[in-house]
């Protein structure tokens, strides 16, 4: 028996098919669902982050306070 080798086709094999050569083997209808749930996951961490936001409202930075310059103090024997 002889084995037939299949004719080389255009894409590649499973194994070497890179991340968007793999994306766009699969069919237009499945690409669109997978496009419609990541821009859904997208929207609703707008939403959930807006939420969070008026929630938890960001306090202001506290800032370090200003003290007016003195003169420096003497020690016991006079000396500065």
Avoid at 13 to 41: D, E, F, G, H
Avoid at 54 to 63: G, N, S
Wanted: some cysteine; proline content about 12%.
């Amino acid at each position: 028996m002889t084995s037939k080798k299949s004719p080389p086709s255009a894409e590649p094999m499973v194994a070497n098919r890179s991340l968007w050569q793999s994306y766009k083997a699969l069919p237009a209808r499945t690409r669109l669902y997978i496009s419609m749930a990541v821009c859904s996951v997208g929207a609703v961490g707008i939403y959930v982050s807006d939420y969070l936001e008026k929630k938890y409202p960001v306090a202001p930075p506290r800032t370090a306070p200003t003290h007016v310059a003195s003169p420096p103090s003497r020690n016991a024997a006079g000396t500065a």
